[in-house]
């Protein structure tokens, strides 16, 4: 790692004046750290000064880091995937949010990685973390995937950058019509669906945020009936190859409304509009039409050399979460 | 105090009971290994390596590596390289951050050139077959062609290669991670310009090495002792993990191909088998042992070939060339098995070799469950049950290396001898075979390993340590022991042949005589010491069979492990706890060969862009199956090889098991989701 | 040898512009007059003198005011919101958050029960300090990533990679390493039971699974096969010991281990 001094903030808002501190070229946020000091190891980040929001909270001493406020789920930057994964009130609130953050990576990481940290994290391509690789994403002329490794890599997307986006609670947070809110620019908040871009419109970093910006904390709306379904290679640590995610409104066993995403597919948390439609009316018991509906996923896919099992695997993590969301027991354990 | 979990293999060994004599110092972290050893005033060490499969150098800024604040000294012979990994020279520096620091502001330069990464770069398609074969296959009622492809695995030892060198100006020590504590000494004198009575190698612990640690100091330690020498300080160098990924050796990856003509009863009339072993850069170390020789397959003709490309080079793993071997075999058999429509268990109970492993196979069945086994492919359910299984065996070796037990005045007895432990418990089964051997409880011998300054033993490869060292200590303790009984035989004025020594008790004619504590305190103030005796040669060589019961996910190919029974016989057992604990570690390891590990190589740049644990995947906790491991003691004598058979069967079982479960066989390595899917299409994975 | 980036070396990029150096003789930025640069900004000497106050030093009463913790405290309080009455020696500016480093400063950590200080920089992580600085090698080096949990920690009774956190981070709570878990050569229960059943071989992986053991069973006094198979998800063991470590954590609990079958 380079020399960098740290800052100590008291408040997210004296994060976000040292973000735009002008005695420091390149201030960064820190906030569990898990991925940010896997940058500094690697030489990818140079940072002069590290910004430690670690325990930073922007809520009051009595507000719980997970909590429910006017009948939504609230949740501090600073919360950790643990405490979402454990937090009664995500369970009840939004079950697909704490499914999502107790099935990313390890006890250990858990523990520490943040729910702002988990959104805003860099992603995993191989490519990118080599710091030998001059790609795209560090002002390369080059994405190596393409002709390169790319079994994890993107199957939705045009490129000219094609990887996952890593985040579990991105797309969960979708589903659940998310809200991220911030402080240090002009605005107060922005949807979830706004937080991230497609690299067609700037592939030197992901999100949205402006420089300055600092999260301080999620709301997303009551989705009681939502689950999450992941396929892994490995069931230890470790990355899942499709994610899926669900919200659902039943009737009965009728599916009223949907709100679908998946994880692990492209280079933002991807919505699954069409597949919403399609379970539109649906019953649950309706094995061949779930089926059908779930197919749908890999509409407009485009899967790269090595990765095209994955428009095999989205369908079936598809229709596992929505089996999920709707509490029904599947022949697989999930 | 026992442990009643296993039933099975109560009463199997000498020891059934005794606990793993360093498992304190183990488990409370006391421990030292050599990277835990940061000594006053050490310079850290990094090799410099070049980033590419293959490269030229275009030069690299020294002066600025050199100016940052610790780095004391830089040395770069830049050179074109040809793979990720290699060095091209150091950088030194008072602190782990200025060393680092330093090799970040060398800013080297490269131009990439072109690579091959994999055997197909070389190997496009198969030979025509051999005109033997062609006879045999034309007039057979069978016949099996198939590739079957395993990958680069790499050691992934947890501990890293590397050393400490505690040096003074005319001594030194050596910490090092090894395998090999003599051949450390043996290779270090030049380096550090002094001889070799003048350092001292330990290794007490060593984080694993699974044969990559064997063979000599190593680069590593080498470059730290000349840094050592000509600064006159000590000197630390460890690999990180990409550098252990990229250039402390790997298991070959393999292509074989076979051809074999056989009867629809199952007897193998034979054919030819055509095998390549991925040898990264260098010539040669990529054979399989394909045929194995475990099975009657008739008359196989056999031609290998090593394929070079831009990737570091081979080590012994584990029982070298056999996994792969085993993969291929134990599968090309499932397959002529479901072709001649027998079940693969009857099949290898038709044509194995070996009675004991007939015997084990008849055992495993039972205990596996092999009964609820299903036809191939005949269920419709989304995750489905497969079973498979495999053979193994390993030869003998001869006793050797030197040992010597000391018994003191004041009745502690040491055992020593300079061979390492390397988790396989050897310093346990030297302190129970020193006890059992004179006739007193363990507690009572303090085992002494790991230092070049004691009585020389072999390296720790080859499954050869057991089988040497155990008849070796043994005997100088039989002779200790005698010495002892002659002794107080002359003081007391009796006949030798009259005494013995049990329970920590001198006996006469079978009755107690002295206590352990009054007949040692006759001895004279050096005590007695041996290091002679004729050891025991041990004939024969050790057998197993593994069953693996698995399901499989249909929908998406994941694969979940159930149930592995191994059975192993390695003679006389001398620690059941350690005995176990290397069955199941290699279980756990041709599991996690079977299903993960694959060190994967851009295409193009030739870069390992998986030298981590995040993306190079060894299996955990989450992934296990239960596993039973059961000693095959019944017959056994002698001291055998154990640490290496028990790796050996377990992925061709698990292939094996997922053929069973969906009916199609997926012949590459590892059995990832994608192929699954693949192969459940009916597509050749 | 912690905090390694790969020893590849950088392609020919553009590097990053380096830190920001005030010119010689230019104000520090911070609005109080002196005329020190970036890198002296943090004090040499741990007293803060009514000179150094003046001159734009925020007192050290009303830092540990500032973040809420009292005047007495020596940094060893338990607790989440307890940090920097640990951080002595540092500068302080009266507009904004404490900034530390780049240089080394002495912090004071508590390790096992112990306060320890050490002079560390902020890009320094737990697990080379504990290694290097304090001798406590039992928490190991072996991905350097966070991938393998071989350097497990507990930070507040929560398992943690030390190779991912800061030192720095470290202020303020209370770590506990594997050698902390033994008190006064007792060994742990879990310790115990490991040996019994010989849940090691190496042993190198074996002070972050010991560790991560004595998580599971802090959080799960009696936990399933499955409770520890996600508990110990996080850990890697390359000689392959997961079998008797699992027996291990459910004797450990009281349960029975898994009980092998007697054969026919």
């Known amino acids: 790692m380079n020399k960098f001094s740290m800052a100590q903030p008291r408040t997210p808002a004296e994060a976000a004046t040292l973000l735009v501190d002008k005695r420091f070229s390149l201030p960064m946020l820190k906030a569990g750290g898990i991925d940010v000091v896997d940058h500094l190891k690697e030489g990818l980040y140079q940072p002069d000064l590290l910004i430690n929001i670690r325990r930073t909270r922007a809520g009051d001493a009595g507000t719980a880091n997970v909590s429910e406020a006017g009948g939504k789920l609230r949740i501090e930057s600073s919360a950790t995937l643990a405490d979402i994964a454990v937090s009664e009130v995500a369970l009840r609130l939004a079950p697909v949010l704490a499914q999502a953050a107790g099935n990313a990576a390890s006890p250990q990481v858990r523990n520490v990685a943040t729910a702002a940290g988990n959104l805003l994290q860099r992603p995993r391509c191989w490519y990118y973390r080599h710091e030998q690789f001059d790609c795209l994403k560090k002002g390369g002329p080059t994405c190596f995937a393409i002709e390169g490794e790319n079994r994890y890599h993107a199957i939705f997307g045009d490129g000219p950058c094609h990887i996952v986006h890593p985040s579990n609670l991105a797309p969960a947070m979708w589903v659940c019509n998310g809200t991220i809110h911030v402080i240090g620019g002009d605005r107060a908040s922005l949807p979830i669906a706004d937080l991230f871009h497609m690299p067609e419109r700037g592939v030197r970093d992901e999100h949205n945020l402006k420089p300055g910006e600092v999260v301080t904390h999620l709301t997303c709306e009551a989705s009681p009936k939502s689950g999450f379904y992941a396929v892994k290679e490995k069931q230890s640590f470790d990355w899942p190859v499709v994610a899926a995610f669900a919200v659902l409104a039943l009737d009965g066993p009728t599916i009223t409304s949907a709100r679908i995403a998946a994880g692990a597919v492209a280079p933002i948390p991807w919505p699954l509009p069409n597949v919403a439609a399609a379970l539109k009316n649906l019953s649950l018991d309706d094995d061949v039409g779930l089926r059908k509906a779930c197919a749908l996923a890999t509409e407009g896919a485009k899967p790269m050399s090595e990765n095209g099992y994955k428009l095999k695997l989205l369908p079936v993590a598809v229709r596992r979460a929505v089996l999920i969301a709707a509490g029904r027991k599947m022949e697989v354990e999930a | 105090m026992p442990t009643t979990n296993r039933p099975i293999n109560a009463g199997s060994s000498m020891n059934d009971d005794t606990s793993r004599l360093d498992g304190v110092a183990k488990v409370t972290g006391a421990a030292k290994y050599g990277r835990d050893r940061y000594l006053p005033n050490a310079l850290y060490v990094a090799l410099i390596r070049c980033p590419f499969g293959a490269a030229e150098f275009e030069g690299c800024n020294e002066d600025a590596a050199k100016a940052i604040h610790g780095v004391v000294d830089v040395s770069v012979a830049g050179k074109e390289c040809s793979y990720h990994g290699q060095s091209i020279g150091h950088v030194a520096a008072d602190s782990p951050q200025a060393m680092v620091r330093g090799i970040s502001a060398l800013k080297v330069k490269w131009k990439r050139k072109s690579v091959k990464t994999r055997i197909s770069d070389s190997v496009k398609e198969n030979p025509a077959i051999g005109d033997k074969a062609k006879s045999i296959l034309d007039s057979a009622e069978l016949t099996h062609e198939a590739v079957y492809s395993t990958p680069v695995q790499t050691h992934s030892s947890l501990e890293t290669h590397g050393g400490a060198i505690d040096y003074t100006g005319d001594r030194a020590t050596i910490y090092a991670s090894t395998q090999g504590t003599s051949s450390v000494k043996d290779g270090l004198s030049g380096p550090l310009g002094l001889s070799q009575s003048d350092y001292e190698v330990v290794c007490e612990y060593v984080g694993g090495g699974f044969g990559s640690k064997l063979g000599g100091p190593g680069k590593e330690i080498t470059t730290a002792a000349k840094l050592a020498a000509k600064y006159k300080r000590p000197a630390y160098l460890f690999c990180n993990r990409s550098e252990e990924h990229l250039d402390t050796g790997n298991r070959p990856s393999s292509r074989t191909l076979v051809r074999v003509g056989f009867k629809k009863d199952g007897t193998i009339l034979g054919g030819e088998v055509r095998v390549w072993g991925g040898v990264g850069i260098a010539k040669g170390g990529g054979g399989a042992n394909i045929p194995s020789g475990r099975y009657q397959l008739g008359d196989i003709s056999k031609n290998s070939e090593d394929v070079s490309f831009n990737a570091g080079g081979p080590r012994a793993f584990r029982a070298p060339g056999h996994p792969q071997a085993a993969f291929a075999e134990e599968l090309m058999l499932d397959e002529i098995a479901a072709k001649a429509g027998i079940d693969p268990l009857e099949l290898r109970k038709k044509i194995v070799k070996d009675k004991i492993i007939q015997e084990m196979l008849e055992l495993g069945g039972n205990l596996i469950g092999w009964k609820d086994r299903k036809p191939n492919g005949s269920q419709k359910s989304t995750m489905r049950t497969g079973y498979g299984m495999g053979v193994t065996s390993w030869g003998s070796a001869s006793p050797g290396g030197e040992a010597e037990v000391v018994i003191n005045r004041d009745g502690s007895v040491e055992s020593r001898t300079g061979t390492q432990d390397i988790g396989t418990g050897q310093r346990t089964t030297m302190g129970i075979v020193t006890a059992d051997a004179i006739g007193i409880p363990l507690k009572m011998v303090t085992v002494r390993i790991g230092r070049s300054t004691l009585p020389p033993g072999p390296g720790s490869g080859g499954s050869v340590t057991s089988p040497m060292t155990a008849p070796t200590m043994t005997a100088a303790a039989k002779d200790a022991k005698k010495k002892l009984l002659n002794l107080l035989a002359q003081q007391l004025t009796l006949n030798a042949d009259d005494l013995d020594i049990k329970d920590g008790q001198v006996t006469k004619a079978g009755q107690p005589l002295l206590s352990w504590a009054d007949a040692c305190s006759k001895l004279p103030n050096e005590g007695i010491s041996s290091d002679g005796g004729k050891a025991e040669s041990g004939k024969g060589g050790s057998q197993g069979a593994q069953f693996v019961k698995l399901q499989v996910d249909t929908e998406t190919g994941v694969i979940r492990l159930n149930h592995v029974v191994a059975i192993q016989s390695c003679g006389k057992v001398i620690c059941r706890k350690t005995a176990e604990s290397q069955i199941i570690g290699g279980v756990i390891q041709g599991l996690s060969y079977a299903l993960f590990e694959n060190k994967i190589l851009d295409r193009n740049v030739g870069t390992m862009v998986n030298d981590n644990f995040e993306w190079y995947k060894i299996l955990g906790p989450s992934d296990m199956p239960h596993i039973e491991p059961v000693l095959w003691a019944k017959g056994q004598t002698g001291i055998r090889a154990l640490g290496e058979p028990p790796t050996i069967p377990t992925a061709g079982a698990t292939a094996c098991a997922l053929f069973n479960a969906i009916g199609h066989p997926v012949r590459n390595l590892p059995l990832t989701p994608d192929k699954v899917l693949l192969a459940l299409e009916g597509g050749v994975a | ?264």
């Open chain 3, 1 to 264: 040898m912690p905090d390694n980036a790969p020893p590849s070396s950088r392609p020919d990029m553009s590097p990053p512009p380096p830190p920001v150096q005030p010119a010689a003789g230019s104000t520090c930025g911070s609005g109080c007059g002196c005329t020190r640069t970036n890198s002296t900004l943090v004090a040499a000497s741990t007293n803060i003198t009514p000179e150094a106050s003046a001159a734009g030093v925020v007192s050290r009463r009303f830092f540990m005011k500032t973040l809420g913790v009292s005047a007495a405290a020596t940094g060893l309080s338990a607790g989440a919101d307890a940090r920097a009455a640990s951080l002595i020696g540092e500068e302080r500016r009266i507009d904004g958050p404490p900034i530390v480093g780049p240089d080394p400063i002495d912090v004071t950590l508590s390790i096992n029960g112990k306060a320890e200080v050490v002079k560390i920089e902020p890009a320094t992580t737990l697990l080379h300090t504990l290694r290097m600085d304090l001798n406590l090698t039992g928490s190991k080096e072996i991905c350097d990533r966070g991938s393998c949990g071989g350097c497990s920690v507990l930070v507040d009774g929560k398992l943690v990679n030390s190779c991912l956190m800061l030192a720095m981070d470290a202020v303020g709570t209370q770590i506990t390493t594997i050698e902390g878990l033994s008190k006064d050569g007792k060994l742990d229960p879990i310790q115990e039971s490991f040996i019994r059943h010989d849940a090691l071989q190496c042993g190198y992986c074996t002070p972050g699974l010991v560790v991560a053991c004595r998580a599971i069973l802090n959080d799960k006094p009696k936990p399933s096969l499955d409770e520890i198979k996600t508990g110990l998800g996080g850990n890697i063991c390359r000689c392959g010991t997961y079998t008797n470590i699992f027996n291990a954590v459910l004797e450990a609990s009281g349960q029975s281990p898994i009980m092998d079958q007697k054969g026919v």
